[in-house]
């Protein structure tokens, strides 16, 4: 039962150096998300995509891009890191129910630190 | 005014007690609505949807106050498992995937 799979779990960056977060997920999911979470801050949306060739900017999507490369991938790019990117990076899919809206499934996570 | 808002805590219980989190939202058009559970370093799990009648899973009672606008957990006999940050989240009108809010987190550790 994987879910929702990313990589790398831990990367430490230099400053200016860029670096692809990847993810994919096996529930057939047509949206995927990226989510940054900094201590205090709580979950912020970084870019999303609704459904495959589809990709949308979130709350703070400055020094990224994203590619959704086909309906189970979803990567994250960081071009030029800086030491502000610092974070734990989430990605996420969810599905849209009827009942319940739209219930999202977190990956486990990538602690990124940018020196 | 943050669209979702949360207590932070920390709410420090012991084993046996009943503790109950409230978390408001801003959008009365709001549809849908959820708790998760996040560990320390580890990533958000749901825990339960909230329903607009109130639902209870085992020892978990969700419960939404739509004219209040809030949406409320209720933990009984805690564990020390429970010791966690709980997560409420709010899905706006369209459903859309860019409409998920989530709030800060309310940090609970139950204590022996």
Redesign the interface.
């Known amino acids: 039962n994987a879910g929702v799979t990313q990589t790398p779990k831990f990367q430490v960056l230099k400053t200016g150096q860029s670096m692809t977060l990847q993810c994919a997920q096996d529930m057939n999911h047509n949206s995927m998300y990226w989510y940054r979470q900094d201590p205090g801050m709580g979950l912020r949306l970084i870019y999303y995509s609704a459904s495959e060739g589809t990709t949308d900017k979130g709350e703070v999507p400055n020094g990224y891009n994203v590619s959704r490369l086909n309906k189970r991938e979803f990567s994250l790019r960081l071009e030029s890191a800086a030491p502000s990117q610092t974070s734990v990076y989430f990605c996420a899919s969810s599905e849209l129910l009827r009942t319940t809206g739209n219930t999202i499934y977190f990956g486990e996570g990538s602690w990124l630190t940018v020196v | 005014r943050k669209e979702v808002e949360q207590d932070p805590g920390p709410f420090n219980v012991p084993e046996g007690a009943t503790v109950a989190f409230n978390c408001t939202y801003s959008n009365s058009a709001s549809?849908?609505f959820?708790w998760y559970r996040q560990d320390c370093?580890?990533?958000?799990?749901?825990l339960m949807?909230v329903y607009s009648s109130g639902n209870e899973d085992g020892r978990f009672t969700a419960q939404l106050n739509r004219a209040s606008q809030y949406i409320s957990l209720l933990i009984r006999d805690s564990k020390l498992s429970d010791s966690a940050t709980y997560?409420c989240?709010v899905?706006e009108p369209s459903?859309?995937?860019?409409?998920?809010t989530?709030?800060?987190?309310t940090q609970l550790t139950v204590l022996p």
């Not at chain 2, 370093?41 to 749901?46: F, S």
């Not at chain 2, 459903?95 to 998920?100: E, V, Y």
């Open positions: 549809q849908s959820f370093r580890k990533e958000p799990k749901l949807s997560l989240v899905n459903g859309s995937a860019r409409q998920l989530f709030g800060s987190g």
